[in-house]
Each structure stands twice: as structure tokens, then as C-alpha cells.
């Protein structure tokens, strides 16, 4: 049987480079963002390329309705998801005190709340059919507190609490989860946050496909947490062994705004 997988997020970035990953597999595909001509042209490449089966779906998740709406729609066509990836996400620079709340609250409301409701509407479905997976891109800012980036930085260490917590009670169903952590990595994330002028964002990148590439080998081996690349990994061992203060004093200086930057 043919398997199909939901990437939310995919008309960018990981998203985009995770759909070509299991498009390779040969994977049928539904696509998920706000962009649909970006979709659109995804769906077209992917379609020749591998001669697989690919549907969009145009939705913002950070309406709260998207989620349940997405879900009655694959279920009215009687599209079964044995694959879900929660890619889709952003984050805001700035002092919480000071960024506007509403794009605050959006923030939680497609990092955590989209990702939580599509689990919960597509999980029940999985474990049903005793096949399947979820994906869920958290980040290794989820690992500390980050100054200037702290909603974006709590949302993702949810995202790892929860994933693991899920994929705690799957045993024996056929159904596995895994948390991708990605570090810095080259997508148009920096520049939804205002990022471009951090020193933190002055780094090298790892290349979006080189990451989504970890995260789907990751996968497909039943992870549960999957953290790309060396110096990643060495930072989440090294903080296990810092005093708290630490990491989040150094996280606040390389995430602060450089001086006069962007003037």
C-alpha cells in the first residue's frame, strides 16, 4: 500500500526539502502552507519527477480553525495519512516586553497549538491501522531559554516535552514520533524573525536539504529525537553540565541586535 504523508510548512525550506525526501520514496503527498502558487509548483516538479500522487491544501495555521478544517477535508475525499510532518513554524526577534502580542500569540498558536490538534486529529487514525508516524520540528533553541527569542525558543522545548511524552506511550502500536531539532539552517526563517541582524544568524548554516535529509533518514529509523549535525549535538550535551544562568546568559548575548544593525 501505497504510503501518504502531510507536510505542514512545505512550500519552504525544510518543508519543501522533506517533501522531496519522501517523494523519493515514493510517498503520495499533501502539501500544506499558506503560499499556493509556491505549492502549486512544488506539486508539479514532484509529480513528474517521481510520478507520485500530490494534493495542496492552502491553510493558514495560525487561524485556529485550520487544523479541524484540513482534517475534514482529507476525510470528506477519503484521503488516508499515514505520515503526518509538523514542519510548519516561526519565531519573532526581539524583547518580549516590547515585540507586538498578537504575532506573539500566533507564534503559539502555529508552533504548538496547529501541531498538537493535527497529532491528536491524525494519531487516533495510525494507531488504528497499526502503521505510521509523526514528525514534529522543534529546534534546538528548545533545549534552552533564548532571550530575544524566548516565546519562539518555549514553544520548541514544548515541542520536545511532547513529543517525547507521545512517543513514551506507542510502544507496540506500529506508530513512532520523533522530534527533529535542527540548529541554525540556511530557510527564510531569519528573515520572518527580523534574524538577518543577530550575531547568532552570522554563523554557518547548515543547507536546508542537508538537514531535512537527517531528519527523514532519522525517521524512517523510529528516533525519537533526532539532532542534525556535530556541533548541535555538542551543544545540547555541553549544557546538560552548565549552570542554568550560563547558556541562557550566552544564548542572550549572540541573539541580541547587533549595534546600529539594519540602518
Not at 497499526?130 to 522543534?138: A, D, K, P, S, T
Not at 549544557?239 to 542572550?252: E, G, N, Q, Y
Request: proline share 4%; aromatic share 8%.
Amino acid at each position: 500500500m501505497t504510503e501518504t504523508v502531510l507536510i505542514t510548512g512545505a512550500s519552504s525550506g525544510i518543508g519543501l526539502e522533506l517533501a522531496k525526501c519522501f517523494a523519493a520514496d515514493k510517498s503520495n503527498l499533501i502539501l500544506v502552507a499558506r503560499n499556493t502558487a509556491a505549492l502549486e509548483a512544488l506539486a508539479g516538479q514532484l509529480r513528474l519527477q517521481h510520478k507520485i500522487d500530490v494534493y495542496v491544501i492552502t491553510a493558514d495555521l495560525a487561524r485556529l480553525e485550520s487544523a479541524q478544517a484540513i482534517f475534514d477535508e482529507l476525510k470528506g475525499r477519503g484521503m488516508i495519512v499515514d505520515v503526518l510532518i509538523n514542519n510548519a513554524g516561526f519565531g519573532l526577534h526581539g524583547a518580549f516586553a516590547e515585540l507586538p502580542m498578537d504575532r506573539q500569540l500566533e507564534i503559539i498558536q502555529v508552533n504548538i497549538t496547529a501541531l498538537v490538534a493535527l497529532t491528536r486529529l491524525f494519531l487516533p487514525g495510525m494507531i488504528e491501522r497499526m502503521r505510521g508516524g509523526v514528525l514534529n520540528v522543534g529546534s534546538v533553541a528548545g533545549f534552552l531559554p533564548g532571550p530575544h527569542l524566548g516565546v519562539y525558543s518555549a514553544t520548541k522545548a514544548f515541542v520536545q516535552s511532547f513529543t517525547e511524552a507521545v512517543a513514551e506511550e506507542l510502544p507496540g502500536t506500529g506508530v513512532t514520533v520523533t522530534a527533529f531539532c535542527p540548529g541554525a539552517t540556511d530557510t527564510n526563517f531569519s528573515k520572518v524573525a527580523r534574524g538577518e541582524k543577530q550575531r547568532i544568524h552570522k554563523v554557518a548554516k547548515m543547507p536546508a536539504d542537508v538537514a531535512a535529509r537527517v531528519a527523514h533518514q532519522d525517521f524512517r529509523a523510529g528516533k525519537v529525537i533526532s539532532v542534525p549535525g556535530f556541533s548541535n549535538r555538542l551543544v545540547i550535551f555541553a549544557i546538560r553540565f552548565l549552570p542554568r544562568w550560563l547558556p541562557r546568559r550566552l544564548f542572550k548575548y549572540y541573539n541580541r541586535m547587533d549595534e546600529g544593525a539594519g540602518k
